[in-house]
C-alpha cells in the first residue's frame, strides 16, 4: 500500500524557517516524481515545488523559488521542503504528492498519492 507522510509543520513567526518531511512507502523514486502543494483557507491547491525521479527540480511559485528547497533522501524515503525566510502569505497546509511519471507537474490532477497535509502558519 503506497503512503505519504507528512510532518514538520507548524506556526513560526515572519522571517523564520521551517522544514517539512514527506515520508513515503509503497514505491521508489525511480518511477515517481514527488510534488509540494499548498492550499490556504478560500484559495486553490497550488504546486510549490516537484522534484522528478532522477532529482531534477522545478519550482512554480516565483515569490518562494530563492526562499524554499526541495530535496530527497532516497536512503530515508523522505523528500523535505526546507522554508526560510517565511512570510504571512506561505500560511497554508502543505501537501505533499507522488506522480508515477518521470516528468514534474504543478498542477494537482493526475498525482496518484497524497498526504494527510501539514499546517503551516506564519504569524507574529
Known amino acids: 500500500q503506497s503512503q505519504l507522510v507528512e510532518s514538520g509543520g507548524g506556526l513560526v513567526q515572519p522571517g523564520g524557517s521551517l522544514r517539512l518531511s514527506c515520508l513515503y512507502s509503497?514505491?521508489?523514486?525511480?518511477?515517481?516524481?514527488i510534488g509540494w502543494f499548498r492550499q490556504a483557507p478560500g484559495k486553490e491547491r497550488e504546486g510549490v515545488t516537484c522534484?522528478?525521479?532522477?532529482?531534477?527540480?522545478?519550482n512554480y511559485i516565483d515569490s518562494v523559488k530563492d526562499r524554499f528547497t526541495i530535496s530527497r533522501d532516497v536512503a530515508k524515503n523522505t523528500v523535505y521542503l526546507q522554508m526560510n525566510s517565511l512570510k504571512s502569505e506561505d500560511t497554508a497546509i502543505y501537501y505533499c504528492?507522488?506522480?508515477?511519471?518521470?516528468?514534474?507537474?504543478?498542477?494537482?490532477?493526475?498525482?496518484?498519492?497524497w498526504g494527510q497535509g501539514t499546517q503551516v502558519t506564519v504569524s507574529s
Open positions: 504528492a507522488a506522480l508515477r511519471a518521470y516528468y514534474c507537474s504543478g498542477h494537482p490532477w493526475g498525482y496518484n498519492y
Open positions: 509503497g514505491f521508489t523514486l525511480d518511477d515517481y516524481s
Open positions: 522534484i522528478n525521479n532522477s532529482g531534477g527540480v522545478t
